[in-house]
């Protein structure tokens, strides 16, 4: 539920792709999964960058900044609340209302998840040196100066 909402930005959304992603799951075979944490986030990352692609949230687009609506954190288990309240600060907000939803994906499956850039790849249709690109270059339209470093999440953690 986690890397859905931080994607999308919205508890709904989040909700209504963890449910196709647990029915892919449920429909799956499983000795055909050789990795179900890999599988799952996989399946979660596609169907959150389909989501953001899709002509309904190009339709629906809110001109203004991007920011996730708030969340209960009661919603969410102790690990979970846990790791959002690490991640979710507003620097990480403002950072993320930047990025687009390839380089979000890379950076959330880098930072959050601890993804190599070789898992990261085929989940966005990437080459692996491409993914190393998005995240280690700044987001698309900073100058270096802002940043202060190559890397984004840097900054983002000696903010907060």
């Known amino acids: 539920m986690g890397l859905a909402y931080r994607l999308l930005g919205s508890m709904w959304d989040a909700e209504d792709v963890v449910q196709d992603a647990f029915l892919r799951w449920t429909a799956a075979d499983r000795v055909d999964v050789r990795e ?6 996989t399946i979660v990352s596609r169907l959150a960058l389909d989501q953001l692609r899709s002509a309904r949230v190009t ?7 991007w920011l996730p609506e708030p969340v209960d954190s009661a919603a969410f288990g102790p690990l979970d609340t846990a790791e959002l309240r690490d991640t979710l600060s507003y620097a990480a907000l403002h950072l993320m209302e930047r990025l687009s939803p390839p380089e979000r994906a890379v950076f959330l499956l880098r930072e959050a998840f601890d993804l190599p850039y070789d898992d990261i790849a085929p989940i966005i249709g990437a080459t692996v040196a491409n993914c190393r ?28």
């Open 36 to 41: 179900p944490r890999a599988f799952l986030l």
């Open 59 to 65: 339709r629906e687009a809110y001109t203004g900044p």
């Open 133 to 160: 690109q998005i995240h280690t270059g700044p987001p698309h339209g900073w100058p270096r100066a802002v940043i202060g470093s190559s890397r984004p999440h840097r900054t983002t953690r000696s903010c907060c």
